[in-house]
């Protein structure tokens, strides 16, 4: 079975700081990995996607995560804050052997200090 | 254009009622998804059907009953509703079985 572990359930940083959202993951094959963003009252839009291709994956609105299968982990970074980056943002996995089932972790939301 | 849609967007029932939420996607994705949104945003998948055909059932009771038309629609049936049942239901598509889903805004459910 496969789960994602996502620590911190809120975070807060100042504008221009570099925001740091942890992701792990829990997989018995190579896993697909997704961070994606809800705004509030909003559906979900994916902010990147790693699929075993390069493992730094570059998304949208300057966001980046870095793939590391030693440490198990997925965290997404983004080097400097902007206001419009308030929101929740949930990290997803898949292992895509015919079951294309997203577990989601719990979310992070993101609050930002101006 | 919207992506994927959902009507209605709010629904608020009694205890007991019978109510439908329907999506549809415009994408011409061959894969859609119903997922469950808790009062903790917890989500998890509920439904996902390939070309009309269902296959993946999660551990929902089964007064929650998908059904797809076609392939641009999945609509979601909830009998006899119940406080628990209160939350986000979320559609998604996507285009193959191993691509990313794109999902609809949401619909608000509250049961009273």
């Known amino acids: 079975a496969q789960s994602v572990t996502q620590l911190g359930s809120h975070v807060s940083v100042s504008e221009g700081a570099l925001v740091l959202l942890r992701c792990n993951y829990s997989?018995?094959?190579?896993?697909?990995l997704f961070w994606y963003v809800q705004y509030p009252n909003q559906g979900l839009q994916l902010l990147l996607k790693?699929?075993?291709?390069?493992?730094l994956v570059k998304g949208i609105n300057g966001f980046e995560a870095e793939f590391k299968k030693s440490e198990t982990s997925f965290h997404l970074t983004k080097p400097s804050a902007h206001m419009s980056d308030a929101a929740e943002y949930f990290c997803a996995v898949s292992d895509f052997r015919g079951n294309e089932k997203l577990t989601f972790g719990t979310g992070t939301r993101l609050t930002i200090i101006p | 254009d919207t992506a994927v849609s959902q009507t209605p967007k709010y629904l608020v029932t009694q205890m007991g009622n019978d109510k439908s939420i329907k999506c549809e996607q415009n994408?011409?994705?061959?894969?859609m998804y119903w997922y469950k949104q808790d009062s903790k945003k917890f989500l998890k998948i509920m439904f996902s059907?390939?070309?009309?055909?269902?296959?993946i059932n999660e551990t929902v009771p089964n007064r929650f009953s998908p059904k797809s038309p076609d392939k641009a629609h999945l609509n979601l049936h909830i009998n006899s509703l119940e406080l628990g049942d209160s939350a986000v239901y979320f559609c998604?598509?996507?285009?193959?079985?191993?691509?990313?889903?794109?999902f609809g805004p949401g619909t608000r459910l509250t049961v009273l």
């Open positions: 997989s018995s094959v190579p896993p697909y």
């Open positions: 790693y699929t075993s291709a390069a493992t």
């Open positions: 059907y390939n070309n009309k055909e269902l296959i």
């Open positions: 998604a598509s996507s285009q193959v079985r191993a691509d990313t889903q794109y």
């Open positions: 994408l011409g994705h061959d894969t």
